[in-house]
């Protein structure tokens, strides 16, 4: 996702190391994508990629392509700004950002992407290009304080829609994607710092030597070279290989169960129910459900079929009350 902007030194050769790295991340980025796509396609039984876990892994995945991108800054213009590259290479992610956006606004109008990963090294880029030329320990302190920011400066005056990409307000828009300024640009600077420091120790290394030999390796490498072509293909090709495999073997049975009964045991709890009755009286009442063909119709009970629907539940509450009682 990130190593669009990453370039070979000022040499002209590539370091494919560097490419294996942003390759590798590559593949984790298109590991979660599918996922996403399993989970949201009803595949699986409920979305791991929206698990804790599972988002813990999606920042983990994100902060590497983006200190990549530091790196590649460094790298591409240490030894002075080489202006035309530069240039090309933001006018290509900033037109693949447009392109995201305006794919997601008709593909999911009500999560689109406005500020996802690419929006954010585009712009972060731009950021960072002056640090580049300046002291690593003043690039390390802004990395440090941008990465800080949204724990002290919060302020409902920034929860504005056209500020989201900031980052810096408590409210979480509903996107598909979102990766903002603060703290993610933290991490672009902590990449040019590091690149900083680690350059005059690049230079003439066995790392700065290693060559990718066997498949996977050049494969990853190859990969890691054209970043940009990988991350605009991937997600459309999964998705069209995960809609053919739905359309054949349906969603899995218990699809939505997970979330199902969190919400029906919330509401319940909610307008009085007691915590464990509600919660045996979720799991009686998707089963319930199933078993009278009311579940996962994917379009909205007609009248009759909410009176089903609400009638079983109704016993369900009932007996799970019976059940929950104390002796």
Not at 10 to 19: K, P, Y
Not at 92 to 110: E, H, M, N, S
Not at 204 to 214: D, F, P, T
Not at 294 to 322: D, F, I, K, M, V
């Amino acid at each position: 996702m990130t190593t669009l902007t990453s370039s070979p030194p000022r040499s002209g050769r590539r370091i494919d190391a560097l490419d294996l790295a942003r390759g590798t991340a590559l593949a984790a980025m298109a590991a979660y994508h599918a996922l996403w796509d399993l989970g949201f396609l009803q595949l699986t039984p409920q979305n791991l990629a929206l698990t804790p876990p599972g988002r813990l892994a999606a920042h983990g995945i994100a902060g590497s392509f983006l200190l990549l991108v530091g790196v590649g800054l460094v790298l591409a213009n240490g030894d002075g700004m080489r202006g035309r590259p530069f240039a090309l290479r933001i006018a290509r992610i900033g037109g693949a950002a447009l392109l995201i956006t305006v794919a997601t606004w008709f593909a999911f109008p009500q999560s689109y992407i406005f500020f996802g990963i690419l929006h954010c090294i585009a712009v972060s880029s731009v950021l960072g290009l002056p640090f580049v030329f300046l002291p690593a320990w003043v690039t390390a302190l802004a990395a440090g304080a941008v990465l800080l920011a949204p724990h002290v400066i919060a302020h409902p005056l920034l929860d504005a829609p056209e500020l989201f990409f900031l980052g810096l307000g408590r409210t979480l828009p509903d996107t598909n994607d979102w990766v903002p300024l603060f703290p993610w640009f933290g991490l672009v600077l902590a990449g040019i710092a590091l690149a900083r420091l680690g350059r005059p120790l690049l230079a003439g290394s066995r790392l700065a030597r290693w060559r990718a030999r066997n498949r996977i390796a050049r494969g990853a490498a190859f990969a890691g070279r054209h970043s940009l072509a990988v991350y605009l293909v991937h997600q459309p090709v999964l998705l069209a290989l995960f809609t053919g495999l739905v359309t054949l073997t349906g969603p899995h049975p218990k699809a939505g169960e997970a979330s199902f009964r969190k919400d029906y045991a919330g509401h319940c709890t909610r307008t009085g129910g007691e915590i464990r009755a509600c919660r045996i009286a979720a799991r009686c009442t998707a089963d319930a459900l199933r078993r009278e063909g009311l579940w996962g119709l994917g379009q909205p009970y007609t009248a009759e079929e909410r009176a089903r629907a609400q009638n079983l539940s109704q016993h369900c509450y009932e007996a799970a009350e019976g059940t929950a009682a104390p002796p």
